[in-house]
């Protein structure tokens, strides 16, 4: 950290918060214009695109799995490979407020339709019912 620290030595943009606990969290998600995911390394599921996409924050993530099939699956932002595609991204979804809008409400529709307590409540009575019908 303290490597990363000295980088950002006098930028007034780059700030280390530390830990933060989920209501500030989703305060910083809720006002970001964008989530940037550059993981190098596979992340079995990183909550970080998913409390993005539930405060209607766009991600842009690194195209390795399973986060580019997330991202993809949902329409909630934009993969890169290169930094030259990662600066395309960040200028587009920075001064394209439809574009920037379209991958927060589609994003959000798929986490409030999916990962919400409701909806893997109904698939998990949905599995009772169907397993109780096979036992009739």
Same mark, same amino acid.
């Given at each position: 950290q303290s490597?990363l620290? &000295?980088l950002?030595?006098? /930028?007034?943009?780059?700030?280390? /918060?530390?830990q933060?606990?989920f209501?500030? =969290?989703?305060?910083?998600y809720?006002?970001a /214009?964008?989530t940037i995911?550059?993981?190098l390394? @596979? ?6 695109w998913?409390?993005s ?5 766009p *991600?842009?993530a690194?195209n *390795?799995e399973? =986060?580019? &099939? ?11 490979n290169?930094s030259d &595609? /990662?600066h ?5 979804i920075?001064t394209?407020?439809?574009q $920037?809008q379209?991958y927060?409400?589609?994003?959000y529709?798929?986490?409030?339709? @999916?990962? $919400?307590?409701?909806?893997?409540l109904?698939?998990?009575? &949905?599995?009772i019912?169907?397993l $109780?019908?096979r036992?009739?």
């Amino acid at each position: 950290q303290s490597a990363l620290q &000295d980088l950002a030595s006098g /930028l007034p943009n780059v700030h280390f /918060l530390g830990q933060m606990d989920f209501h500030a =969290l989703q305060n910083l998600y809720r006002h970001a /214009l964008i989530t940037i995911m550059p993981s190098l390394m @596979i992340e079995t599921f990183g909550y970080i695109w998913l409390e993005s996409l539930a405060m209607k924050t766009p *991600v842009i993530a690194r195209n *390795v799995e399973p =986060l580019s &099939d997330f991202i993809t699956a949902h329409q909630g932002g934009v993969l890169f490979n290169t930094s030259d &595609d /990662l600066h395309t991204a960040i200028t587009m979804i920075a001064t394209d407020t439809h574009q $920037r809008q379209a991958y927060a409400e589609q994003g959000y529709n798929a986490i409030k339709s @999916i990962y $919400r307590k409701s909806a893997h409540l109904t698939q998990y009575f &949905d599995i009772i019912q169907r397993l $109780r019908s096979r036992k009739a």
